[in-house]
């Protein structure tokens, strides 16, 4: 499957054209692979705009969707939930739709997701869950929250996934469907215009098919300009740190991770085994719910109250977590991570990157966490699994992205490279030598 780079270099050579490859996104949106992936579609609307598009653009009139807590003018921002279905429609773009427009994007439609984005599964009671992409035989989950937008791009339906990483919400899905997941520094790219989970944590961010790809959706996104240059993986310091990140590894993971290092030495990068003491610190740091349950809470609060029932049981009981934080524990909570982000950072000075499995676990069966009080354990355990390692770089206010890593025929694995803040340009520069020597 071309990416958006390939594909639009076809354009400009004449050899398709954006109303050709808009219909063949419409097609695959419409199939099955693509059952419960949209909460609205916009077909009409992407035809019209692909029609008249300028090939010349950054995205040469090619498809994209948005996650649906993003606003689009004229329609509500229901965030995967029932209980904002009819809310007051949006009266402009957010900022990242809009960029995404301006630069010849067509948006396809709202993509699905766990409600409100508040867990690193993909199921969703109201809407139904996609399926991973990449087992026709079993479905399993999607990875969340960003679900709907992962599954867009990894079957063929659009070339940016547009989502949010709060603690892992677009990196997780992009590990389990075997694409391209990069959340940049938070400060980076606009939040104004989607609906907030966590204000400290929030990341607006997108999955593509490649990291040449996920770059020009962060320039576009963040309106800046990527300086990742061409230096050999030789020239970079790398280091995997071995506590904490590989607790609970399946067999599938670890192997896939070392099949990964092998090629990555095996062209030349230099890589370091060090411990991180600081990461079992982030339990005692978080043991009063964390910024997710405090910040999601006061938002809530009032919904919750009108339209408790309406919610997802397993959300509201999140949420809920953040009723009992007191003010101190919050204030608390700030200067912790403050001083906590400083020791780290400290840490990973000597480094260029770090490298980690995205998540310990291969995508399990959507049944075995289907809604349902009798599966509530599961879920929550599945959950913590998925959302711990890329958790750790959002708590950084950090830097990261995962690439597909598995061989021909194994479910989907992520390679991890992240790194604290502003750190993305580097980032950004190991991973796409990091993509060449894993296709070696």
Not at 127 to 156: F, L
Request: net charge negative; proline share 6%.
């Amino acid at each position: 499957m071309n990416d958006l780079h390939a594909t639009r270099l076809d354009l400009l050579a004449g050899g398709s054209d954006a109303r050709t490859e808009m219909e063949h996104a419409i097609d695959v949106a419409r199939s099955p692979a693509c059952a419960h992936v949209f909460t609205r579609t916009m077909f009409d609307e992407a035809r019209q705009a692909a029609a008249a598009s300028n090939s010349e653009s950054r995205l040469s009139g090619l498809p994209f969707t948005a996650k649906d807590l993003f606003d689009i003018e004229g329609q509500p921002t229901p965030a995967g939930s029932a209980v904002l279905a009819h809310a007051p429609a949006a009266k402009a773009d957010s900022p990242a739709v809009a960029r995404l427009r301006a630069a010849g994007g067509v948006l396809t439609g709202r993509t699905n997701m766990t409600e409100f984005a508040f867990s690193g599964v993909g199921v969703n009671p109201h809407h139904g869950t996609p399926a991973n992409t990449s087992d026709a035989a079993t479905p399993r989950i999607p990875g969340g929250s960003s679900s709907g937008a992962a599954i867009s791009v990894a079957s063929g339906a659009a070339f940016i996934g547009l989502g949010s990483d709060t603690g892992g919400s677009i990196r997780i899905p992009a590990a389990l469907n075997g694409i391209v997941g990069f959340k940049n520094t938070a400060r980076l790219t606009p939040a104004a215009g989607a609906l907030p989970l966590s204000t400290t944590l929030d990341t607006v961010c997108a999955m593509t098919r490649s990291v040449r790809d996920a770059i020009t959706a962060h320039e576009i996104l963040a309106a800046r300009r990527v300086t990742a240059g061409n230096a050999p993986l030789a020239a970079y310091r790398l280091a995997v740190v071995k506590n904490v990140f590989f607790d609970g590894i399946e067999p599938a993971v670890a192997a896939a991770f070392e099949r990964s290092l092998k090629a990555l030495r095996t062209a030349g990068a230099r890589i370091v085994e060090i411990e991180l003491p600081e990461l079992a610190e982030l339990a005692a740091i978080n043991a009063t719910g964390g910024f997710s349950a405090a910040e999601s809470y006061a938002w809530h609060r009032l919904l919750l109250e009108r339209s408790g029932a309406g919610y997802d049981p397993r959300v509201a009981q999140r949420i809920l977590r953040g009723a009992t934080m007191k003010a101190h524990e919050y204030i608390d909570l700030i200067h912790a991570r403050r001083d906590w982000i400083a020791r780290v950072e400290t840490a990973l000075a000597p480094f260029d990157a770090v490298l980690s499995p995205t998540v310990p676990i291969t995508a399990p069966s959507i049944a075995s966490v289907a809604p349902g009080a009798e599966r509530d354990e599961e879920f929550f355990r599945v959950n913590a699994l998925l959302l711990r390692n890329p958790s750790i770089v959002n708590m950084l206010d950090g830097c990261a992205i995962s690439l597909p890593c598995h061989a021909a025929g194994e479910l989907p694995v992520g390679l991890m490279l992240w790194h604290a803040a502003l750190h993305d340009n580097a980032i950004l520069a190991v991973a796409l030598q990091t993509e060449r020597a894993l296709q070696e």
